[in-house]
C-alpha cells in the first residue's frame, strides 16, 4: 500500500529533522538533546485473521527529550556563569516586578546558565529574561520556600553600608615576670599614692604593655582603641589593697584605654588619679576611670568582683553610662558627629603567666567600615555573595531551583527553556545541593548533551531508512503500473 510507505518516509523524515537539530544544537549551552520515538500501526476487524494482518506502517509517537547531564565547561571567568551539577531547572520570569510574575505562567525553566547584567543591575540571560532567586536572612538561609515568592536577582551597585563596633574582643597574656610599678608608693595609705600615680601613654616606661585595635563609628569612620597595662606594686597589708587582694601572693594590674590617644571612661572603673609630679598629663587628663585585674598563683583572674563579665565604654545617653563623663565618653573622643548612643562592650580573656613578654593571641570586633562592591560569586549551594572593599561578603539572594516529577513532559518554547505542562506536573520549589536538586557551579556552564558521533550515525541510519521506505513507494508504483497495463 502506497500509505505504508508514505508514513515510513514520514516517520524517516522526522528522525531526520530530530537529528539535525541535535547536531544543530550541539553548542548550546545547557541544551538538551531529542529522540524520536515510533510506533507500528496497526488496525483489525473481528473477522480478519490476525495471522494472515499485516500492519499499515508506522507513526511518531512522542519526540522525547533526554534529560542526561551535560558536561561542565570548566572555570569560563565569568562570577555569573552558572551550571547545574545534577537534577534541576534555574527559574526564569520575563519581568521584574512581582506584580507581573505571580502567576504560573511567567515561570519559565532553563538549564542553561549564561547570565550577565542589564543595565539595571539584574542578571538576565541573553534574550532579557530575569533570574529568579530566594530571599535570605544574613547567614544565606531562604526565608520562603515558594516558587511563587522567587523575585528578580539585583546586583547592588552601591557601597556597603557600614556597621559601628557594639562588642570588642581582647585575647592576651600579661607577662608574670615583668618589672612593678610604683613601688615607691608601697605602703602608702593614702589612695591617691596607689594605682596608676605614674603614668603617661607617651612614656613607655610608665606602663607595662599596650596594645590596639581598631572600633568603628555609626558613620564607618575607623578610630583605634588603644589598651595600656600597668603592673602595679601593692601591698597586701594596707586598707588600700585589702579590697582588691585576697592573698599576698595575688598581683594587680591596672588597666585604661584610650580612643585615638584621648583617655576615655570605663564605665563603673575604678578612678586612678595621676599625681606624679613629672608626668606630663594635665588636668583634668590626669584623672581616669579604669579597671583593675588581680591575678592568682595560678594565672587566671581572681573572682572577688573587680572584674565584671564585660566592661563598657560609651556615652552619656547609652545603657551603661556611669561614672562616664562628657569629655571623656566615646562620641567626644571619636570627634562628635556620630551616633551618641554607642556602645562597646569589651570581652577580656587575659592570663598572667611566667613569661617576661606580652602576647596578643586574639582582638577583633563587629564592626566594620564603609565598603565598596568588589566582586560577586555564586557557591555550590547557590548563595549569591557580594564581596566589598572593607572585607565584607554578604548574602544577596539565593538562586532559586525547581524540579519536574516528569521532566520529560515539559513544553519546549525555544532559547534553551521550558514551560511546565500537565504532563510534567507542578514545578516544586529547591534548592542547590538539597534534597534532590543538583549543585550550582559558578563560573562554569553546561555544555550540551549531543554526541556528535551518535548523533552522526543516527544521520545515516535515518537517510537509508528513508531512501528504503522511497525504493518500496517506487517499487508499488512500478508494480501498479504494470498491473494498470494489462490488457
Known amino acids: 500500500m502506497f500509505n505504508t510507505s508514505i508514513s515510513g518516509i514520514r516517520g524517516a523524515q522526522k528522525y531526520l529533522d530530530t ?28 473477522f480478519t485473521s490476525a495471522k494472515t494482518a ?20 570548566g572555570d569560563t571567568g565569568n562570577n555569573l556563569d552558572m551550571a547545574i551539577s545534577g537534577n534541576g531547572f534555574f527559574v526564569l520570569a520575563n519581568s521584574e516586578n512581582y506584580e507581573t510574575t505571580s502567576e504560573v505562567g511567567d515561570r519559565s525553566y532553563t538549564r542553561n546558565g549564561a547570565f550577565e547584567l542589564n543595565k539595571d543591575g539584574f542578571i538576565v540571560t541573553a534574550m532579557g529574561d530575569y533570574l529568579q532567586g530566594y530571599d535570605v536572612d544574613k547567614d544565606g538561609n531562604v526565608t520562603n520556600l515558594d516558587i511563587m515568592s522567587t523575585h528578580a536577582i539585583k546586583i547592588p551597585s552601591d557601597t556597603g ?11 592576651a597574656n600579661l607577662p608574670a615576670k615583668a618589672e612593678e610599678h610604683n613601688k615607691e608608693y608601697a605602703g602608702n595609705l593614702d589612695p591617691t599614692k596607689c594605682g596608676m600615680t605614674k603614668f603617661d601613654p607617651k612614656d613607655a616606661s610608665t606602663y607595662t604593655a599596650a596594645t590596639s585595635q581598631t572600633i568603628y563609628d555609626s558613620l564607618g569612620g575607623a578610630h583605634t582603641l588603644t589598651y595600656y597595662f600597668q603592673k602595679d606594686h601593692v601591698n597586701p597589708s594596707t586598707p588600700y589593697s585589702t579590697d582588691v587582694l585576697d592573698t599576698a601572693d595575688a598581683t594587680v594590674w591596672n588597666v585604661v584605654a584610650y580612643v585615638d590617644g584621648r583617655a576615655v571612661d570605663i564605665a563603673n572603673g575604678r578612678h586612678f588619679q595621676v599625681t606624679e609630679p613629672s608626668s606630663s598629663i594635665q588636668p583634668p587628663d590626669n584623672d581616669l576611670y579604669g579597671i583593675q585585674l588581680v591575678f592568682g598563683s595560678s594565672g587566671g583572674l ?22 562616664i ?9 571619636m570627634g562628635g558627629g556620630v551616633d551618641p548612643t554607642q556602645e562597646i562592650k569589651i570581652e577580656m580573656d587575659l ?28 557557591d555550590d549551594n547557590g548563595i549569591i555573595l557580594a564581596a566589598y572593599t572593607n572585607g565584607r561578603t554578604q548574602p544577596i539572594s539565593k538562586v532559586a531551583m525547581a524540579t519536574f516529577a516528569n521532566p520529560q513532559g515539559l513544553i519546549k518554547i525555544g532559547d534553551t527553556q521550558w514551560k511546565q505542562s ?7 520549589a529547591a534548592q542547590a545541593n538539597v534534597g534532590m536538586a543538583g549543585a550550582i557551579k559558578g563560573a562554569n556552564l553546561e555544555l550540551s548533551n549531543v554526541e556528535l558521533a551518535s548523533e552522526l550515525v543516527d544521520l545515516l541510519i535515518a537517510q537509508r531508512t ?9 517499487t508499488q508504483n512500478t508494480a501498479m503500473d504494470s498491473i494498470m497495463s494489462i490488457r
Not at 27 to 42: P, V
Not at 57 to 73: K, R
Not at 422 to 428: C, F, L, Q
Not at 466 to 474: H, K
Open 161 to 171: 553600608a557600614p556597621k559601628m563596633s557594639t562588642t570588642a574582643e581582647l585575647i
Open 351 to 378: 592570663t598572667q603567666y611566667g613569661s617576661s613578654k606580652f602576647s596578643v593571641t586574639s582582638v577583633s570586633t563587629d564592626g566594620y567600615a564603609t565598603g565598596i562592591l568588589e566582586n560577586v560569586e555564586v
Open 422 to 428: 500537565i504532563s510534567s506536573g507542578d514545578a516544586t
Open 19 to 46: 537529528t539535525s537539530n541535535n547536531i544543530a544544537n550541539a553548542n548550546s549551552y545547557g541544551f538538551k538533546k531529542s529522540r524520536a520515538e515510533f510506533a507500528d500501526i496497526y488496525a483489525n476487524s473481528v
Open 325 to 333: 563623663r562628657n569629655d571623656f565618653c566615646l562620641a567626644s573622643a
Open 302 to 323: 581572681v573572682d572577688n568582683g573587680q572584674l565584671p563579665p564585660a566592661i563598657y565604654i560609651n556615652n552619656l545617653n547609652s545603657t551603661h553610662a556611669t561614672s
Open 466 to 474: 528513508y531512501q528504503a521506505n522511497a525504493q518500496a513507494l517506487q
Open 54 to 73: 499485516t500492519g499499515m506502517g508506522v507513526t511518531t509517537t512522542t519526540v522525547a527529550q533526554q534529560f542526561s547531564q551535560g558536561s561542565l565547561s
